[in-house]
């Protein structure tokens, strides 16, 4: 093929970037997304297991995208960037965040490390003590649409979970506007398998979770708490959640449908309303017109967040429905929109692609 | 390939049958399932649009198996079956059903003519008037783990539809005992492509329902009046559901997740018990472990309901995740399971398949 | 969603398009790359059942990118356009071009019409007469590795149909090095189902096109002569092919795997160096590492032709597999590359993005 | 559920069976067919890594059908049987058979252990030397259509591979006829993603599989030798076989097409008779009528091979479509018809289920 790599490579002006743990799937999506962004500069890729291989060996698409290697991570290389994502497993950016927040880099962790303010909680949910629970506190949960101000002054960024974007987005103007019983909300979201991640396993061969589907971790699964947290700083007091997640016979999006009380039974037409007016403006959310369904393919491989809401029968229960490209929306294509709002650019700067459909 | 057809011509002891609109997946898996039934000898098939087609040509899977051909449906050659199956679109059995009683035909209706008890309700659910209201207080509702006795001395079932057996058989003990708001269900339902059957159409097309996800229906959709009939009938009161149906990028299966708030929230253990004691000695509907989540590949082509019951967190939140294939438990297969309560023979035969998986 | 349409409206320095037929897949991936191309003034998009329809209402994708709605096809409107594309059936562009042409419009036929040079060899595949035999002879066949001068100067471009694209572009530098038995040549290929279009079909159905695989087509396919009359021009001599397409269970992609038998068997090396110099300073045919087996989703989404060369066992058989997107490289995409060229625009304009993968 | 489990204990007339190596997708295959065979009596199933889970708990589709549970495999229990399955990986099996043959057990090796008559080619293509290649020349390769009196008499069966099973089934009325040049054939084969078997990786996460489709194992695969090994036996002198695998983003099925050249182009309905002729009697194989394409959906789940032969323009190239549902024609299934013919019993014996459609 001709041309160049499309990375521009020792730019003055463009943000220095590095990724590190760049073999999973969200990893291979923020390389996607950050070939075409005219301000990034990507220094590097690290991979302890694969070091010294070409992204575009292990993730064909980026052939004549770019030449990157994955590489042994370096404190120092680390240290020069302007930027560093972590997208590494839960455990991993705590490890080693405080040092590059001391060297002056912002940091954006895709993973789990800071997105509970509660250390005890964390530790609970994770398995594992926090190795620097003193950030939780200034660590910034990254939903533009509710703290993109706190987003903008941040040098630390947890940029929220999947299932957490997509139940977040769908009930928070009813949980602003004080309209339903936020202590009896159910959540029954659904996930593709890109959700579990690229690692050897036998749970998500295409064997096992092809032409099929099923409800998993219906006790607890790690993204109720963190709902729970969003959504609980939203109402200003706990709030009740039931959450259920389901695998998907297909590899991306999410569709979560939510199911809310009304404290007191409107009209659909006001719900309709209040969903428009608290999103105009956002570039990344997009309320359907009355009586939608919103489809997962619809936002294939793009950041936007598409919703419907309904009251079924004029009764006191209202409907959401809520699709994201859970590998986008749900994770590096929002991490790229944080990066946009804290380097002060457009918010949706190599974000505008049209969704692959069909 | 050598043998001779399967379906016994003749044998002055079998049930005679015939299948009334045989071109869909639930006419198709009736086939399927008579063909190895000992008691079966399946006369004709009928179809207008393909008359003359052997059913193997439209159905690969049974060459070697049968060499009926459909035939256009003669109300003289129907009245001298024992038992008639219709596999029609809706408002077809009912144009033939009462002359098919009065012949002392027995029916089993798969389309929904006759599942809900009330006239008026079915007319505006179905958009046309009903042809023979009379006979709907006759017509049982062909759910056997509910109505088995009245099975047996049925002379016209109306087999459930797919939705509603998921979803009444995961909330049936519940309701029976008492132990939840009845006024508040929820359930959130997802069914594989077949169940939107086999006819020209692009919203079913592999390029429009493959790899993505949406729910549908949410304003109301045909099922929601039918499972709050039987549940109903069971709480012996008016109950309250919220229904959302989803389509599935996959071919066969259901899985209806069912939220409950508990009157008085007791133990998980009790809740499991109560479904093994409901269902001990019922063939096809297998209560999990506690902490299991059922996977609609576990039913793939057989009659069996897989159920879980959870309560998350231990609060007054019960959930149940209920999975059914929808052409086998949510049509055909429960069909014949009807028609061998209504003749005297083993529940169970010609259902003894095992699943096929992966 | 904030922001304005994307589709610029009036800048008179623009290129005027049209595109008749807009409903089907080729139609909305023509929509989903001119939205994002700079020199691109969508005008109108017709249907004459979908007129006044918005096209974001039939292909949610493209909310918020553009507003336009389809629109029954006007002569005099048409007319003005500088260029336009049919995304029509086999048969409806042959009806309108003559016009176009003399009005001085450019175009770019993504159906069969203008692809063979033989009329008669045409009526005979398609089925028809042709209403313009005459200028079959004009019509420039726009693949752009082997005619881009001509494209260059080209008023009428017969877009290449996918399966012609795959292999033609995978056998090219064979025939073209004489270094096989052309007239023994065999073309494996396989499509996803997309490549069936968007119409109302019992046989496009995913219930039916699911989890399945099979060969159709094999006494003889429309594709054939076309594969034919391109090689033949380049072997300059009649080539014979042998041409299986299959149906994958999947919606985009291609896969061709050809075969063919050296006339001279030489050594792995020397087959990889032709092909990598044939296509050296394209920007749309990669040509893989030695030992490599190129995947379809290494393409998804985008107009690269990805190829693999290998010699088994260094005897006198050469395998080629070849894989593109057959919505993109295979239709609207080439066809987007070709409108650059007809205009003197970079080839590569808004067809740059990174496919999507996983 | 009621009922009982339905492998019968202890009746000392049925046949004493155990499988070797029961967690991957063949024995789960053979544990479904066997649990409904009338003169099977499954003793055992062993697994070091699973030993003590019950297979039920690993298959849930088992729930209901069998209790057993995987153990570890002990001499002494094996040696008490009169058949053993082996659903291992390649080298196990020849580990254990001597001492079971020796104690005058029968074997059915699912593997490749005893495939290949060259113990050499064997140690090149398995990469390990093999430890027992005396036997080699007493196993029976098991291809009843092939080989079916031999396997009655036989005390080691080799049970063909999967890609093997559909190709030669498909070639071998060519090649017996000696219509064909055999030194020239092509196999174009394409597998559902069960065949790579069910452990751990990511070369088959449907993250990586799903919705993309590729050839592998261009520069040769293991099934090649044992292709040619059987058309060689059959053509009684080598024969010059170009085989490419595939991989379909989906479960079960293998189809082959395959290409030869005829000696003498006849005409179709030769070949057509010549297919039927070769195969009327067989019960496990079905010639479709002229024109016809296989799908591979029309075998999910039974043990025959479908064909049709075509003769594309009347030329001298014959196309053959050949499709089986690689678990069971292409492992299990067969290995079951194997037992059939080993033990006396009817050859169809348990295996008389219809295919699985849609």
Redesign the interface.
């Known amino acids: ?3 160049q790599p ?1 990375f521009d490579v020792g730019d003055c002006n463009m943000i220095e970037i590095g990724i590190v743990g760049g073999t999973g ?1 969200t990893g ?1 999506e923020l390389l ?1 997304l950050l ?2 962004h005219p301000e990034a500069d990507l220094r590097f890729i690290t991979s302890r297991s694969e070091a010294g291989v070409r992204a575009c060996d292990l ?7 770019t030449d990157l290697a994955f590489s042994v991570p370096d404190p120092k290389v680390l240290a020069d960037c302007d930027l560093v994502f972590f997208a590494t497993p839960n455990g991993t950016a705590m490890q080693m965040v405080p040092d590059l927040l001391a060297a002056g880099v912002k940091v954006i962790d895709l993973a789990a490390d800071f997105r509970l303010a509660d250390a005890a909680a964390w530790e609970r949910w994770y398995g594992m003590p926090h190795a620097c629970p003193d950030l939780l506190a200034s660590a910034v949960y990254g939903l533009p649409e509710l703290h993109r101000e706190r987003i903008k002054r941040a040098r630390l960024v947890a940029n929220p979970g999947c299932y957490p974007t997509a139940v977040s987005l769908g009930l928070l103007p009813l949980i602003e506007a004080g309209l339903v019983a936020s202590e ?1 909300l ?1 959540a ?1 979201a ?1 996930s ?3 959700g ?1 991640g ?5 749970n ?13 971790a ?3 699964h790690r993204h109720l708490p963190e709902i729970e947290q969003v959504l609980g700083s939203i109402a200003q007091r706990p709030v ?1 959640l ?1 959450f ?1 997640p ?1 695998l ?6 999410i ?1 979560a ?1 939510l ?1 809310a ?1 009304l404290l007191d039974a409107g009209t659909g037409e006001d719900l309709q309303q209040l969903f428009e007016g608290r999103y ?7 309320i ?1 017109p009355p ?1 939608s ?10 950041n ?1 967040c ?1 919703i ?1 809401v ?1 009251q ?2 004029g ?1 006191d ?1 209202v ?1 959401v ?1 809520s ?1 994201i490209d859970n ?1 986008v929306k749900g994770a590096a294509g929002q991490a790229v929109q944080n990066m946009n709002i804290m380097f002060g650019l457009a918010e ?1 700067l190599a974000l ?7």
Chains 1, 2, 3, 4 share one sequence.
Not at 59 to 65: S, Y
Not at 248 to 253: D, Q, S, Y
């Open positions: 093929m001709g041309g499309s799937y291979a996607r070939a075409r993730f064909p698409n980026l052939r004549g995208i009896r159910i029954d659904k593709g398998v890109s579990a690229r690692k050897a396993s036998v998500a061969l295409m064997g096992e979770v092809g032409e099929s589907f099923k409800a998993y219906i006790p607890g009740g039931t259920v389901h998907l016979p297909m590899i991306r999006g569709e449908t199911y009380t105009s403006g956002e570039d990344f959310v997009d359907l009586g369904h919103p489809e997962t393919r619809s936002v294939r491989g793009v936007t598409r419907a309904h079924p029968g009764k229960v409907v429905s699709v590998l949706s505008d692609a049209v969704a692959l459909l069909p």
